[in-house]
């Protein structure tokens, strides 16, 4: 029987063949919650009447979005997610370290494995072929307390990536180009495989970006196949024994499959307020929009190949006079890489600065809240009303390249005019 | 569920930053002010003149991004008896049904803002008393059915132990 990737990976789990629309009942590998949905996840398995987990060893909680804390009512969910780890036995990832997803990719997801998140860019974990998707505090709870869920087994919608990137044109801009095709709900309920030619030549962090922002289109996870450049990846993280090869069956019947030619795109912006939004950055409606804030960094576009590509562009320049450049690493090992590669030095001499590692000023909680009417334009992955803290504002997304461009600039700016 | 309420009208794609703005996070160890702040984003009346038994009604996608909770727990806390939208986001759904609140997938074109409505979860129908439409709707898959009969998903696990799929 010819399978798509979600039904490869659930049939194993579940031990029988599954077809979508199918309610099934799934044993999860690893369950996480981070600083802003542990709280209520904890005070939900108390509620439980918890006495202890039966596999500590799948249990993480994360501090990354108040991080470090920003005021005292996150201080004290902080103490109440340390205090509660330390005393049932289960990993404590504290300020400093970074966000969830990307330490889950460089330290734990494995290739066939199911994995719950207290947070929806879980599904970013699906970039090792991992079948990775975020749910609210009470489900993650209760994977948590019972070591299962259950999951609707999602239809599949395959996107067939093929040829060359141009010069200045990203995987990011791929997938808000994905995302601007189908909408903001053209992928609810249904899982994104992402495959072809120019897919199978990316690095696994170049690919990150893909399932990521596939709950942007409302996915229930983004999936990649495990190959050759998740092996590669996997062994440069000292995790070569976590490989596996696995791979949904190329003619597996599916509900929907677009042909992408990346050779054909321009580099892409979103604009506010919805992700769908996305235009070629040569379109009128961002041409010279004039940029306040740029902001580098996330589970979207946080890692060390992002900042190496806004540093190509930064270095030796100086940001336009009135636009403010923060950067953030997604972890603490993107942070020391990119201070070897003297990476910060770049941004901070061109006139930015640099925080910890951390989802940063993306949720709108700290570290970047814009000014009514500003506009912001960074590498996140969701440009939604009030999400960096202010509803008055306006928030673009890019690739790195286009954010680093439009610093220098300070108007959005074609990162072609400045990329060799 | 038949006694009638306001429809309160939303757009398509209501993001759960607008339900529930994340400059509001600290208000987290405080529902009765969090819950003045209900989709304040969105429309600014709401919070502060829905009536308990009242629907939120809206277009497609309602729920999108963020997986905070919170979002359908103070939807429920202000008073509405459920929303009513033509799709959801698939995490909103999951957690409204886990809060208790219903989640109605149904064509709501020609709801009008202030229709009075009423509502047959059992029987699947939604009625608008104002202009005389009538539709039904797919009911929720039986694990769903029995948790939000149930309360939510807390008070499913701790009746039946596991999830009673």
Not at chain 1, 18 to 37: E, K, N, Y
Not at chain 2, 42 to 68: L, Q
Request: aromatic fraction near 6%.
């Amino acid at each position: 029987m010819l399978m798509t990737l979600v039904e490869k990976i659930l049939a194993q789990k579940v031990g029988h063949d599954v077809r979508p629309g199918q309610l099934v009942m799934t044993p999860v590998d690893q369950i996480f919650a981070h600083d802003l949905s542990g709280p209520l996840a904890i005070t939900q398995l108390r509620s439980l009447g918890f006495s202890g987990f039966k596999h500590p060893e799948k249990v993480r909680f994360f501090l990354d979005h108040a991080s470090p804390s920003s005021t005292v009512t996150s201080a004290n969910e902080h103490k109440t997610i340390r205090e509660f780890a330390a005393e049932w036995g289960v990993e404590l990832i504290d300020v400093g370290e970074g966000i969830c997803h990307q330490i889950m990719m460089e330290r734990y997801a494995r290739p066939g494995e199911i994995i719950i998140g207290g947070d929806s860019h879980t599904c970013t974990g699906g970039v090792l072929a991992a079948l990775a998707t975020g749910m609210g505090s009470t489900d993650t709870a209760v994977a948590m307390y019972l070591g299962r869920t259950w999951l609707r087994v999602p239809e599949t919608m395959r996107f067939v990536i093929s040829g060359k990137l141009p010069r200045g044109v990203y995987s990011k801009d791929v997938m808000l180009y994905m995302i601007g095709t189908i909408g903001s709900g053209g992928a609810t309920y249904r899982s994104m495989e992402f495959v072809g030619p120019a897919l199978s030549g990316w690095s696994v962090p170049e690919r990150a970006v893909l399932p990521n922002m596939a709950v942007e289109a409302g996915a229930k996870c983004g999936l990649c196949p495990s190959d050759d450049k998740t092996r590669d990846y996997l062994t440069q993280q000292g995790r070569a024994g976590d490989y596996a090869p696995l791979a949904g069956d190329p003619d597996a019947p599916c509900a929907f499959e677009m042909k992408i030619d990346a050779s054909t795109l321009e580099p892409q912006v979103a604009l506010p307020h919805n992700v769908d939004l996305a235009v070629g950055v040569t379109d009128a409606k961002v041409r010279d929009v004039r940029v306040h804030q740029v902001y580098l960094g996330t589970c979207t576009n946080g890692r060390i190949e992002d900042f190496r590509i806004a540093t190509g562009i930064l270095k030796g320049n100086r940001i336009a006079n009135g636009t403010r450049l923060i950067a953030t690493p997604a972890s603490r090992q993107v942070y020391l890489q990119g201070l070897k590669e003297g990476l910060w030095t770049s941004i901070i001499e061109a006139g930015g600065l640099v925080n910890s590692p951390g989802c940063g000023a993306c949720p709108g909680v700290q570290t970047g809240i814009l000014g009514s009417g500003e506009n912001c334009l960074s590498t996140m992955n969701r440009n939604f009303k009030g999400r960096m803290g202010n509803p008055e504002a306006f928030i673009y997304l890019a690739s790195p390249a286009t954010c680093a461009a439009s610093a220098l600039t300070g108007v959005i700016t074609d990162p072609r005019e400045v990329v060799q | 569920m038949n006694e009638r309420g306001r429809a309160w009208l939303f757009a398509d794609n209501i993001s759960t930053d607008l339900i529930f703005p994340g400059r509001y996070v600290h208000l987290l160890s405080n529902m009765p002010e969090l819950v003045q702040h209900t989709l304040e984003d969105a429309r600014s009346d709401y919070a502060t003149s829905v009536k308990p038994g009242d629907f939120v009604v809206a277009g497609d996608n309602f729920g999108m991004g963020s997986s905070r909770e919170q979002a359908p727990v103070i939807i429920k806390l202000s008073g509405a008896r459920a929303v009513l939208a033509k799709s959801f986001a698939r995490i909103f759904f999951r957690n409204a049904i886990n809060v208790g609140l219903a989640a109605i997938e149904v064509d709501t074109t020609g709801i009008n803002e202030g229709d009075s409505l009423s509502v047959d979860l059992a029987a699947g129908h939604v009625k608008d008393h104002t202009n005389g439409i009538e539709r039904r709707f797919e009911p929720l898959p039986p694990i769903m059915t029995e948790i939000l009969a149930d309360g939510g998903l807390i008070e499913h696990i701790r009746k039946h132990g596991d999830f009673n799929l």
